[in-house]
């Protein structure tokens, strides 16, 4: 699954966040509590969401009927913004049953620098969502949640998960070139 696009990142990401231990969305509760806890909103009930990769061209798209909805926009390569697209997404999630009040949308870049723009993030968008609308990205947001909550939560009996979260884990590592032989090399 390793390539450069947010594609792929996306695909990894979605696929931890749909992982299921004794009927719980562990990793996927953790991620958005991590996300509100950014903004200070209140914690979401998340008891049978519906997960989905590219769904309406929504890169993760998660949210059960009546509830809630998360859009996960993923701008980790500068992908570019388009026209209305997080008013596309709003309007995807109020079809299928959500209300305004309860869509969440995290603007996911690489290390926070990358800006919505707003031809994207319209004034209806923004007015809308308020403080719904939650930036976070990969370096001081997912690489941390990763290494230090989800990896040392893993169960022993699980050698798949730990070893694709080790493997991507090392990956991000690499990208922000923190392992620590990249570190001492900076140094010199």
């Not at 991590?34 to 008891?47: D, G, H, S, T, V």
């Not at 169960?155 to 991507?168: G, M, R, S, W």
């Amino acid at each position: 699954e390793i390539h450069a696009n947010e594609n792929a990142h996306t695909r990894i990401l979605t696929a931890f966040l749909k992982y299921v231990r004794n009927g719980k969305h562990a990793i996927l509760e953790s991620y958005v509590d991590m996300a509100l806890n950014l903004q200070n909103l209140q914690p979401l009930k998340i008891e049978k969401p519906i997960i989905n990769f590219n769904d309406e061209l929504i890169d993760c798209f998660i949210y059960e009927v009546g509830k809630y909805a998360i859009i996960i926009e993923n701008k980790i390569h500068w992908a570019v913004d388009q026209d209305k697209q997080i008013d596309r997404y709003i309007n995807t999630a109020i079809v299928r049953g959500v209300q305004k009040e309860q869509i969440y949308v995290i603007y996911l870049t690489s290390d926070g620098k990358k800006e919505v723009s707003k031809y994207s993030f319209t004034e209806e968008s923004q007015k809308t969502l308020g403080d719904r609308f939650i930036k976070m990205n990969y370096r001081d947001h997912v690489l941390p949640w990763l290494t230090n909550i989800i990896l040392p939560d893993c169960p022993i009996k699980e050698d798949n998960l730990i070893t694709a979260i080790k493997q991507y884990i090392d990956h991000l590592k690499g990208m922000f070139s923190l392992r620590d032989n990249q570190q001492d090399t900076i140094s010199l």
